[in-house]
């Protein structure tokens, strides 16, 4: 076999990727195990098995891709991948992490990289983004399988997408505004593509207006196409976003926190319309997040300092709800909060959060010297938290914000663009 087909990605995501299986024993069947008769299962109709390997989760499926050439050419083929989406059994709600700083310094291939965690195995996989500029761009944003980039100078902005499974990369138009590090929304289903752009308007070379103006992009193909940046509103005038920030997307609402003082700011993206949402425990709110959920709510996430012996210190989670109102839905337990917090305390600059389906996952930020107890993960169906394991790849305090992450092997909205380069997954 060509040496190239066991170069799955040139990365190595799936070949870390263990896992057993009985009956594996070359001595024959074991009447203790099950055992796949090869008389019957080599006769399996070719669209059987096309159906099964669809089923795979992207790890097993590229570690497939070693077996023959045919297996190896399903990532191409049309006729796989529509089978692919209509049978996708459900988002794989795992994250995505990139280096805090000097993103690609010490990269010896010179090339973008992230890392990926599962949070059903607790396994760490690399990720490379070959296509990215080596500098220049920073992640921004992740929805729908396509990471945002976007680039770092303070000017008008330019935004690079890129689905690394599918080895592929577009471009959109430059903002029609310069900015200095805006906060991003970032929406993708399986027929749009939706792009905001909030505050951090530059009036200048040097300065940067945290409360001006934002922007969209958008395109459709039900047939509504804004194929160049759009100004569509201006921020409220107490608004005062983190740098950097990510909106969060809930039931065509954009949400983020505004600090100083602490509200949060909800932009209805199609009116253009935006208001504040008065927090719960505004005066003793530490480090708050706002978060996506499963369930198509918005989730507060804080930590607590209120002073009281009968309130004591802990972390809280609250859902936003009709009306509007906050209700608590859960607290982190308190001999975990005992040790979640001189962690979070030690490093100076809290913790930092994301939500993906039922997944809370809250990362306190260090350095490349500590790589331990980094970071906990909240099951909200299960109720259970849990210390995250090390990423073996990179120290935990190198590690930025997290992002939501769902694996996908193609992403075809991205054909909507006008701005398309793609290239080979395979370096030939």
């Known amino acids: 076999m060509d040496p190239r087909f066991y170069n799955l990605l040139d990365i190595t995501l799936p070949l870390s990727f263990s896992s057993t299986y009985a009956g594996s024993s070359s001595s024959g069947p074991n009447h203790d195990e099950p055992w796949m008769d090869p008389r019957i299962w080599r006769k399996l109709p070719t669209r059987i098995i096309d159906r099964i390997i669809a089923f795979l989760p992207p790890p097993a499926f590229f570690r497939s891709r070693c077996v023959c050439r045919r297996w190896n050419s399903l990532l191409f083929t049309n006729t796989f991948l529509q089978l692919y989406f209509d049978i996708f059994p459900h988002c794989r709600h795992w994250f995505l992490f990139f280096k805090a700083q000097n993103l690609f310094s010490d990269n010896s291939n010179n090339r973008a990289e992230g890392y990926l965690f599962d949070t059903y195995e607790l396994v ?16 921004a944003a992740s929805s729908g399988g396509l990471v945002c980039w976007i680039s770092d100078d303070p000017a008008p902005k330019t935004l690079l997408i890129s689905n690394p499974l599918a080895r592929t990369l577009n471009y959109l138009p430059t903002t029609l505004t310069p900015r200095y590090q805006p906060s991003i929304g970032f929406t993708v289903t399986s027929t749009s593509i939706d792009v ?21 992009f958008h395109v459709d193909g039900t047939g509504c196409f804004l194929p160049t940046w759009q100004i569509t509103s201006r921020l409220p005038r107490l608004c005062n976003f983190d740098s950097a920030g990510r909106m969060v997307h809930v039931n065509g ?18 009116a253009a319309v935006w208001w504040d949402i008065q927090p719960p425990m505004k005066r003793f ?6 978060v996506e959920s499963g369930t198509g709510k918005l989730l507060l996430v804080s930590a607590i300092e209120k002073r009281s012996l009968i309130v004591p210190k802990t972390l809280r989670i609250w ?14 337990p308190q001999e975990l909060y005992d040790q979640f917090c001189p962690e979070m305390e030690s490093c100076g ?3 930092h959060c994301v939500g993906h389906g039922e997944f809370i996952l809250l990362m306190i930020p260090g350095s490349y010297r500590r790589i331990t107890h980094m970071g906990v993960l909240f099951d909200m169906n299960t109720k259970e938290w849990k210390w995250m394991p090390p990423c073996p790849y990179v120290g935990m305090g190198q590690l930025s914000r997290g992002f939501a992450y769902d694996p996908r092997l193609s992403t075809p909205v991205t054909s909507l663009l006008n701005y398309q380069f793609t290239a080979a997954p395979f370096p030939i």
């Open 285 to 290: 709110l530490k480090f708050p997040s706002v």
């Open 253 to 270: 609402r954009l949400y983020n926190m505004s600090f100083h003082p602490f509200n949060v700011a909800a932009y209805d993206v199609e």
């Open 124 to 139: 760490w996989y690399r990720l490379p983004f070959p296509l990215v500029p080596p500098s220049g761009f920073s992640p």
């Open 319 to 332: 859902s936003l709800e009709e009306g509007p109102s906050w209700v608590e839905m859960e607290r982190m």
């Open 196 to 216: 905001t752009l909030a505050g951090d308007d530059l009036i200048n070379n040097a300065q940067a207006v945290k409360n001006s103006t934002a922007e969209r």
């Open 349 to 351: 600059n809290g913790f």
